[in-house]
Nanobody, 123 residues
Framework: QVQLVESGGGLVQAGGSLRLSCAASGRDFHTYTVGWFRQAPGRERAFVAARNWWGGSPLYADSVKGRFLISRDNSVNTGYLQMASLEPEDTAVYYC????????????????WGQGTQVTVSS
């Protein structure tokens, strides 16, 4: 069992930056793939980024490539999503998720989810 808690969301102006954190508790988190998803108002939840437990090359949605960076620190059981050059279109509730399988953009591949953190980007 893995519990995930996101933090770091807030209100930021366009062009600004935020870093989201995903604190995990439970056994063997360091062996899980970490993913980030987001859900904008009136839209379905969508993949943002994922990184497997040993590092390697992460996956990014095309809309965030070059602006967002996913990382993790297994020593403190925490995943991160560094977001830069934020745009109003990035406004959404951001969720972190953990998968015992490999990296996937499909949310059904993730067994555990956090409660979400709101990110609002003003123009």
């Amino acid at each position: 069992q893995v519990q995930l808690v996101e933090s770091g969301g807030g209100l930021v102006q366009a062009g600004g930056s935020l870093r989201l954190s995903c604190a995990a508790s439970g056994r063997d988190f360091h062996t899980y793939t970490v993913g980030w998803f987001r859900q904008a108002p009136g839209r379905e939840r969508a993949f943002v980024a994922a990184r497997n437990w040993w590092g390697g090359s992460p996956l990014y949605a095309d809309s965030v490539k070059g602006r967002f960076l996913i990382s993790r620190d297994n020593s403190v059981n925490t995943g991160y999503l560094q977001m830069a050059s934020l745009e109003p279109e990035d406004t959404a509730v951001y969720y972190c998720a953990a998968s015992s399988g490999g990296m996937t953009t499909n949310q059904t591949g993730y067994e555990y989810w956090g409660q979400g953190t709101q990110v609002t980007v003003s123009s």
